[in-house]
């Protein structure tokens, strides 16, 4: 999945480079949300990570579970947040959390 992380900043960047404008926006605005604040940024990196669950997307779970690991998430938080979105999101969070979340968590080495 790793793989997956850098292919998705590839496309990302060819994306940018057809739509600077609207990339370039929307960057600075996912830059803005992210940073910490009252809620620190790995707080908001687990709650986009939990909704990314919810609403059954892959890239987002990738990259925002490998942006709460740069933020010093254990791989016991991230669990932790995957359990508040099986509680929102059921079965298909339960899915999500086993085919996608858990192999990432492995791959990244997350302790």
């Known amino acids: 999945m790793t793989d997956e992380i850098k292919k998705m900043g590839q496309q990302l960047g060819q994306?940018?480079?057809?739509?600077?404008?609207?990339?370039?926006?929307?960057?600075?605005?996912?830059q803005e949300c992210a940073k910490g604040g009252v809620i620190s940024a790995k707080m908001k990196e687990l709650i986009a990570?939990?909704?990314?669950?919810?609403?059954?997307?892959?890239?987002?779970i990738i990259f925002h579970c490998a942006e709460a690991v740069k933020a010093g998430a254990s791989r016991q938080e991230i669990l932790e947040a995957a359990a508040v979105a099986k509680l929102m999101g059921g079965g298909p969070a339960i899915a999500y959390i086993a085919t996608v979340l858990i192999p990432l968590l492995d791959e990244l080495k997350v302790e």
């Open 15 to 30: 994306l940018g480079k057809e739509m600077p404008t609207v990339m370039g926006s929307f960057v600075k605005f996912e």
């Open 49 to 60: 990570l939990s909704i990314s669950l919810v609403v059954r997307c892959n890239p987002c």
